[in-house]
């Protein structure tokens, strides 16, 4: 496991919840950082993801409701999910990529991925 997440758990819909990445191992300053999630039997999807200079993209699902940031003096990455729909209920993973831009590479490091529970 290279990258390391934290902060699943189960809420109701309309709740909140804080995902973390620690991404220390790497020179963190030079990675482009995603959060995809996966519902079994379905493809990993892309949730979000920021770039060295914090621009950021969003799947459509989750735009208006979910933020990502990363804090660069502690290299980590961090997904806020608000307002929670029991379709977001998925394994969390996140991932980086070598690169200052994100620019549609595949990602080579991954975490374990963390859990969220979205009950209706």
């Known amino acids: 496991v290279q990258l390391v997440e934290s902060g699943g758990g189960s809420v109701q819909s309309g709740g909140s919840l804080r995902l973390s990445c620690d991404a220390s191992?790497?020179?963190?300053?030079?990675?482009?950082m995603a959060w995809f999630r996966q519902i079994p039997g379905k493809e990993r999807e892309l949730v979000a993801n920021i770039d060295i200079g914090d621009r950021t993209t969003y799947s459509d699902s989750v735009k208006g409701r979910f933020t990502i940031s990363r804090d660069k003096s502690k290299a980590t990455v961090h997904l806020q999910m608000n307002d929670l729909r029991a379709a977001d209920t998925a394994r969390y993973y996140c991932?980086?990529?070598?690169?200052?831009?994100?620019?549609?590479?595949?990602?080579?490091?991954w975490g374990q991925g963390t859990q969220v529970s979205v009950s209706s």
């Open positions: 191992r790497f020179t963190y300053r030079n990675l482009c």
């Open positions: 991932a980086g990529v070598n690169m200052k831009f994100c620019t549609g590479s595949p990602f080579p490091y």
